[in-house]
C-alpha cells in the first residue's frame, strides 16, 4: 500500500503508549526509525509506504514518536501536504546548504510539490529565489510564494537567462530534477557555492568537469527525508505561520490513478492530496 503523507484521527494506540491519545488530530512523520543521529538516519530507517504499508488507506498503523499534533489552522488536506516534501526541503536548505540571508538559491521544476516548499523556506531564510518551470502560469505562482524570477525550462538558453536573472549566478542550487538540470546547477554556483541533491525525475545520469568542481571550492550535498528533530523544527514553523502547505487538486482516494496521471504529466502546482472517506 502507497502512501508516506498523511493527517487525520487517532483511532487506537498501542499498549503503554502515553504521548498520544484516541481521538487526538494529528499528522504523521513519514521517517520510521530514522533513529539519535541527525548526519544520517540508522540501517532501520524506512519511508513510510515502501515496504512498510503506507496512508493510501482508512487506517495506518505508525509508531507513536512519528505521530504528531495537527496544526490547528490548516486543513486536513492542508496538513496531509506538507510533512515528506517539507521536510526533505527543510533538511535540504537548514541542515544541509546552511542557507543565510542575502543568498542566491536555484530551484530548478518549481511547480514540484518540493520546490513549493523550497521556495518559502528560502525566503523565509532571508534568501532570494530563482526557478524554472515548463509553464508560465507556474512561474507567476512560484513569484506568488516569494521568488524573485523564473524562467521556462523548455527555453533550452535557460541556464544562461537564470545566470543573467540572478546577476552573475547563485550560491546554492537544489535539484531535485536529475540528469536534465544537475550540470547546469553546479555550473550556475559562484566560487565556494553548495548544490543540495535529493531526487533525479528525469533520469540519474550527468556529467561532472573534475577540475572545475575543485577549484571553485564547489560542495555537493547528498539528502534524503529528515530526522524527527528537523520535522518538529518544520512543524514549528508551519505553527508559526512561516509557511503554507500549497495544495493543488484533491481527489477520492477511489480516483488516485487520476491523481497519479496529473503529477506524472506535470499539470500539478503543489500537492495533490486523496481524501480517504
Ligand atoms: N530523497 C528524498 O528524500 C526525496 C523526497 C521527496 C522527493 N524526492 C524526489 O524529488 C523529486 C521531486 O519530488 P516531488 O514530489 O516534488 O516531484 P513532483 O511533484 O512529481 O514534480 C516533478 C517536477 O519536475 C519538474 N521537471 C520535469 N522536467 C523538468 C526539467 N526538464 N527541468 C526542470 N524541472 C523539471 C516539473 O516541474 P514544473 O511542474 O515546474 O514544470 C515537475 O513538476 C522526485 O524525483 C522525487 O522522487 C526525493
Same mark, same amino acid.
Given at each position: 500500500?502507497?502512501?508516506?503523507?498523511?493527517?487525520?484521527?487517532?483511532?487506537?494506540?498501542?499498549?503503554?503508549?502515553?504521548?498520544?491519545?484516541?481521538?487526538?488530530?494529528?499528522?504523521?512523520?513519514?521517517?520510521?526509525?530514522?533513529?539519535?543521529?541527525?548526519?544520517?538516519?540508522?540501517?532501520?530507517?524506512?519511508?513510510?509506504?515502501?515496504?512498510?504499508?503506507?496512508?493510501?488507506?482508512?487506517?495506518? %498503523?505508525?509508531?507513536?514518536?512519528?505521530?504528531?499534533?495537527?496544526?490547528?489552522?490548516?486543513?486536513?488536506?492542508?496538513?496531509?501536504?506538507?510533512?515528506?516534501?517539507?521536510?526533505?526541503?527543510?533538511r535540504a536548505l537548514i541542515t544541509k546548504a546552511r542557507i543565510k540571508p542575502?543568498?542566491?538559491?536555484?530551484?530548478?521544476?518549481?511547480?514540484?510539490?518540493?520546490?513549493?516548499?523550497?521556495?518559502?523556506?528560502? %525566503?523565509?531564510?532571508?534568501?532570494?529565489?530563482?526557478?524554472?518551470?515548463?509553464?508560465?502560469?507556474?512561474?507567476e505562482a512560484a513569484q506568488g510564494l516569494g521568488a524573485e524570477g523564473g524562467?521556462?525550462?523548455?527555453?533550452?538558453?535557460?541556464?544562461?537567462?537564470? %545566470?543573467?536573472?540572478?546577476?552573475?549566478?547563485?550560491?546554492?542550487a537544489v535539484d531535485s530534477v536529475g540528469s536534465a538540470s544537475f550540470e547546469?546547477?553546479?555550473?550556475?554556483?559562484?566560487?565556494?557555492?553548495?548544490?543540495?541533491?535529493?531526487?533525479?525525475?528525469? #533520469?540519474?545520469?550527468?556529467?561532472?568537469?573534475?577540475?572545475?568542481?575543485?577549484?571553485?571550492?564547489?560542495?555537493?550535498?547528498?539528502?534524503?527525508? #529528515?530526522?524527527?528533530?528537523?520535522? #518538529?523544527?518544520?512543524?514549528?514553523?508551519?505553527?508559526?505561520?512561516?509557511?503554507?502547505?500549497?495544495?493543488? %487538486?484533491?481527489?477520492?482516494?477511489?480516483?488516485?490513478?487520476?491523481?497519479?496521471?496529473?503529477?506524472?504529466?506535470?499539470?500539478?502546482?503543489?500537492?495533490?492530496?486523496?481524501?480517504?472517506?
Amino acid at each position: 500500500m502507497p502512501g508516506s503523507d498523511g493527517a487525520g484521527t487517532v483511532a487506537a494506540v498501542g499498549a503503554g503508549v502515553t504521548v498520544v491519545r484516541e481521538g487526538d488530530n494529528v499528522v504523521i512523520c513519514p521517517s520510521l526509525w530514522w533513529g539519535p543521529d541527525d548526519v544520517h538516519p540508522s540501517s532501520r530507517f524506512e519511508i513510510l509506504g515502501g515496504p512498510s504499508h503506507g496512508t493510501y488507506a482508512q487506517f495506518v %498503523r505508525v509508531p507513536a514518536e512519528n505521530v504528531f499534533a495537527k496544526p490547528e489552522h490548516l486543513t486536513y488536506d492542508e496538513a496531509a501536504a506538507f510533512p515528506l516534501a517539507g521536510l526533505t526541503a527543510w533538511r535540504a536548505l537548514i541542515t544541509k546548504a546552511r542557507i543565510k540571508p542575502g543568498e542566491r538559491v536555484f530551484i530548478p521544476g518549481a511547480g514540484s510539490g518540493v520546490a513549493t516548499f523550497l521556495v518559502q523556506i528560502a %525566503r523565509l531564510a532571508g534568501a532570494r529565489v530563482f526557478v524554472t518551470s515548463g509553464s508560465a502560469h507556474k512561474l507567476e505562482a512560484a513569484q506568488g510564494l516569494g521568488a524573485e524570477g523564473g524562467v521556462l525550462y523548455t527555453e533550452s538558453d535557460w541556464p544562461e537567462r537564470i %545566470r543573467a536573472l540572478s546577476g552573475g549566478g547563485v550560491e546554492v542550487a537544489v535539484d531535485s530534477v536529475g540528469s536534465a538540470s544537475f550540470e547546469a546547477c553546479l555550473q550556475l554556483l559562484t566560487p565556494g557555492g553548495r548544490m543540495v541533491t535529493f531526487g533525479a525525475t528525469t #533520469g540519474v545520469d550527468t556529467h561532472l568537469e573534475i577540475r572545475q568542481f575543485y577549484r571553485r571550492q564547489l560542495s555537493l550535498l547528498g539528502t534524503t527525508m #529528515g530526522s524527527l528533530k528537523e520535522f #518538529g523544527e518544520l512543524l514549528a514553523v508551519i505553527q508559526a505561520g512561516g509557511i503554507r502547505p500549497v495544495t493543488d %487538486r484533491t481527489f477520492p482516494l477511489a480516483e488516485a490513478a487520476a491523481a497519479h496521471r496529473r503529477m506524472e504529466q506535470y499539470e500539478h502546482f503543489g500537492k495533490i492530496v486523496l481524501t480517504v472517506a
